[in-house]
T-cell receptor, first 114, second 113 residues
Framework: KAGVTQTPRYLIKTRGQQVTLSCSPISGHRSVSWYQQTPGQGLQFLFEYFSETQRNKGNFPGRFSGRQFSNSRSEMNVSTLELGDSALYLC?????????????FGPGTRLTVT | SQKIEQNSEALNIQEGKTATLTCNYTNYSPAYLQWYRQDPGRGPVFLLLIRENEKEKRKERLKVTFDTTLKQSLFHITASQPADSATYLCAPDRGSTLGRLYFGRGTQLTVWP
């Protein structure tokens, strides 16, 4: 079974631009969660989608948004990029909602904002 | 608000010894608790999940305990090997049926020969 894939793997953007990251979960998984990881803050939860509905949201500004499609693939968007948005963005999929089921992480997208 | 603390940022042990990592949580009661391993530049990899009504769970050289009274989970790696060197993350859930995990900052384990 193919693992979680994320595209692109690396991205360089300028302050003020917007970016869209994509995540393809493991086949059959209905939950996709997104995380931001930085050396200073560790792994921070962004949001979780299940069957195209956002079920949980972390403490991030409205510039961070996401969606899930009917095939469970998910995208997250960051608008008006700031230098502090530079991070590794990870998505993870699970069969059910994340708490009770193991999550499978993708390799991440490394975003650099200059 | 929920708070997750892992005992130390770094733990160095000799090959063959048992590594013990600690995860403490406050201000809530998770129903599940998961442990992950993360290598530099890669996504975390799931290791074990333990439920609130389970005291202990084992998988090969790994053992996890979950003490809901102390609000603590211990993660043990027996007969540790240099290949076990990585950052280990604990992740209790939010304590309801509504999903999501809270990740600790992780403990960086180094096993030296």
């Amino acid at each position: 079974k193919a693992g979680v894939t994320q595209t692109p793997r690396y991205l360089i953007k300028t302050r003020g631009q917007q970016v869209t990251l994509s995540c393809s979960p493991i086949s059959g998984h209905r939950s996709v969660s997104w995380y931001q990881q930085t050396p200073g803050q560790g792994l921070q939860f962004l949001f979780e989608y299940f069957s195209e509905t956002q079920r949980n949201k972390g403490n991030f500004p409205g510039r961070f948004s996401g969606r899930q499609f009917s095939n469970s693939r998910s995208e997250m968007n960051v608008s008006t990029l700031e230098l502090g948005d530079s991070a590794l963005y990870l998505c993870a999929s699970s069969i059910g909602l994340a708490g009770a089921y193991e999550q499978y992480f993708g390799p991440g997208t490394r975003l650099t904002v200059t | 608000s929920q708070k997750i603390e892992q005992n130390s940022e770094a733990l160095n042990i000799q090959e063959g010894k048992t590594a013990t990592l600690t995860c403490n949580y406050t201000n809530y009661s998770p129903a599940y608790l998961q442990w992950y391993r993360q290598d530099p530049g890669r996504g975390p990899v799931f290791l074990l999940l333990i439920r609130e009504n389970e005291k202990e769970k084992r998988k090969e050289r790994l053992k996890v305990t979950f003490d809901t009274t102390l609000k603590q989970s211990l993660f043990h790696i027996t007969a540790s090997q240099p290949a076990d060197s990585a950052t280990y993350l604990c992740a209790p859930d939010r304590g309801s049926t509504l999903g999501r995990l809270y990740f600790g900052r992780g403990t960086q384990l180094t096993v030296w020969p």
